[in-house]
């Protein structure tokens, strides 16, 4: 039987090569692709969310694991898709227009993968109508945008307001740097989170 505690850790320790050998043996042996991610790859990626939200580690062991995860998902998406396991949720998100900053907006995305969430990234400088369009084309269920710079925070509220005109009905979350709760709320996004474990505390609440 596939330990997959120990896949658990090699995801926590950022662990490529094992976290991709325990999930081919454990797939091998017959084991559930839902339960080699549920029980190993987001049981990992839940513990390194935890431990950063709590300063424990920092951002580079949060990258170091997300990709010992994206690994390991490579491995297991195809058998994933085969037993038909339903993503926890769909996401598309972008780095706000005029923006180019993009590595918090990447961490926010790997943990929502890792928390099993469908993520559609759209990159940098996503401008209102290109969010608008995605998620009429995804049918996605929640929308996040993140921002560096003051001066495009403003594009924030621009895309909620075109979609919001575009009857799109996604829920709208919001992050970076320059960003606060009392900003989220004036320009009526659905939530905020300060860094990429909230934000999939928040994104599993929004989606629920
Ligand atoms: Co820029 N830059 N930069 N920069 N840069 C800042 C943001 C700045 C604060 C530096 C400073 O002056 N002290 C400043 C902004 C000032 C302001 O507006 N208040 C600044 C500036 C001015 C600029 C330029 C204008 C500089 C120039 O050209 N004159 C220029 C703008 C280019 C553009 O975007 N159009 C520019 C360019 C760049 C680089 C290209 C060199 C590079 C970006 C590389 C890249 O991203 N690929 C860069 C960098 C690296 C930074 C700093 C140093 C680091 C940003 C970062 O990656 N932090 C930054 C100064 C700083 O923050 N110390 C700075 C790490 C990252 C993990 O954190 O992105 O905050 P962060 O993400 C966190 C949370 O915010 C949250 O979770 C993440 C993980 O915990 N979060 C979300 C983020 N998005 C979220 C979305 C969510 C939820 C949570 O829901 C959807």
Known sequence: MADLKALADAVIKGDQSTAVEITESALVEGTAAKIVLDEGLIAGMDIVGDRFKKNEIYIPEVLIAARAMKMAMEVLEPELVKAGVEPVGKLIIGTTQGDLHDIGKNLVAMMLKGAGFDVIDLGVDVGPEKFVEKARVTGTQLIGMSALLTTTMPSMEKTIKA??????????????????????????????????????????????
């Open 163 to 208: 979609l919001k005109e575009a009857g799109i009905s996604a829920k709208i979350m919001i992050g970076g740097a320059p960003v606060t709760q009392g900003y989220a709320e004036k320009i009526g996004a659905d939530g905020y989170a300060a860094d990429a474990a909230s934000a999939v505390d928040l994104a599993k609440g929004l989606v629920a």
